[in-house]
Each structure stands twice: as C-alpha cells, then as structure tokens.
C-alpha cells in the first residue's frame, strides 16, 4: 500500500492522491489489509471506502427499489456485519441488482441520472451501504 503510493505521489508531486477501496476485505482482514491500513505510516492519507463492496456502490447508481431489495437479501445474508465474498453474492447480485452483472463490467451505461441517483440513495439514511468516494 505504502510503496504504491509513495511512487505515485513521487510521479505526481503536486496532485492530491485518493485511495478509494472495497471494505469488506478490511472487515474481513483479508490478508491482514485491515491490520496494514490500521499502522499505515505518516504521510498515507485516509482511505475513502465503498462499504461493503463495489458492487454495492454500482447498486447506489440504481432506483430505490432496486436498493430496497439489494438491502434486504444482505441483510438476509449478514453481509453488513460479516461482508459476503463474490462467490457468495455474484448470483444474488445477479437476480436482484444486475441480470447482466459481469464482474469488473459497468452493467449499465452511466448516465447524469444514475450519478444523481447515486447522491441520493448515499446519503439516505435509511440505506445500509455507502460510498465515501460519493460523498
């Protein structure tokens, strides 16, 4: 984490750098990342984090009702305490957010209204998940 960015911000000393990564490995501390993020060095900014996972955060581009049912089977699933791995949400994600869903694919064309849809949905209280690279 440290080295990637170091070289970045010595390739770019003048940009503001920001990471912007999935939660749920550092939930699950996936390959101690929660552990390395936790004793990052000085100079490492914070993290801006999707929680739980990007899949979540393409559903926040989607309709209310969209969100209401992905909510519901994660929270049928303890994804919000204990974040599922893909092979545990891929086709739940599937049949209730994205038929077309293909992993590292954007399952739709993004458009203003999406964006739109994402501001709203992430700062609705009511919604489990979030991102704080849209906030």
């Not at 739980?52 to 209310?64: I, P």
């Not at 209401?68 to 994600?93: S, V």
């Not at 293909?102 to 609705?124: R, V």
């Amino acid at each position: 984490m440290s080295k990637r960015y170091k070289g970045e911000k010595a390739r770019n000393p003048r940009s503001q750098i920001l990471i912007w990564v999935d939660y749920d490995i550092h939930a699950r501390n996936d390959n101690k990342t929660r552990t390395a993020y936790e004793n990052k060095t000085q100079g490492i900014p914070d993290f801006y984090f999707n929680h739980q996972n990007f899949e979540d955060f393409l559903a926040l581009h989607l309709s209310k009702e969209v969100i209401e049912d992905w909510q519901t089977r994660c929270l049928q699933h303890g994804h919000f305490t204990q974040p599922l791995h893909a092979d545990q949400y891929k086709d739940l994600y599937r049949s209730h957010v994205s038929k077309d869903y293909l992993k590292g694919e954007m399952p739709f064309e993004l458009s203003i209204e999406h964006i739109k849809q994402l501001c709203d949905n992430n700062a609705d209280s009511q919604v489990s998940f979030s991102s704080d690279f849209a906030s």
